[in-house]
């Protein structure tokens, strides 16, 4: 387990005004989360659980991927739609199908 603490801290500023006193409050929203790596299989599961809700891994999985010197991505998180090898040879020919052909009459 490794816990990332994401750099982007939100700052609030809050008004408070009660009888007729104004008092500012200043806090800063800190969050921490906790990447799980197995060792097994390689998976890598965050608590903000963005791969779940949206198909791809977060930067804090990244970032503890990086800090464990993982070279590849696993697998399972590579979708199909990014990979090159299933694009059909013939639409991935340098050809111009725009190129002027001889017209017959």
Same mark, same amino acid.
């Given at each position: ?8 801290a939100t700052t609030y500023r809050t008004l408070y005004k009660e009888k007729g006193e104004e008092q500012v409050q200043e806090c800063e929203k800190v969050v921490? /989360?906790?990447?799980? +790596?197995?060792?097994? =299989? ?6 903000? %659980?963005?791969?779940? &809700? ?22 399972? /998180?590579?979708?199909? +739609?990014?990979?090159? =090898? ?6 991935? %020919?340098?050809?111009? &199908? ?8």
């Amino acid at each position: 387990m490794l816990r990332v603490r994401d750099r982007n801290a939100t700052t609030y500023r809050t008004l408070y005004k009660e009888k007729g006193e104004e008092q500012v409050q200043e806090c800063e929203k800190v969050v921490e /989360y906790k990447v799980l +790596r197995s060792l097994k =299989d390689g998976s890598v599961e965050c608590t903000c %659980r963005h791969f779940l &809700r949206f198909g791809f891994l977060c930067r804090h999985a990244f970032c503890a991927l990086k800090n464990r010197d993982v070279q590849m991505i696993p697998e399972k /998180y590579i979708l199909r +739609r990014w990979r090159r =090898d299933i694009i059909p040879s013939a639409l991935r %020919r340098n050809t111009n &199908r725009y190129e002027e052909k001889k017209c017959t009459n």
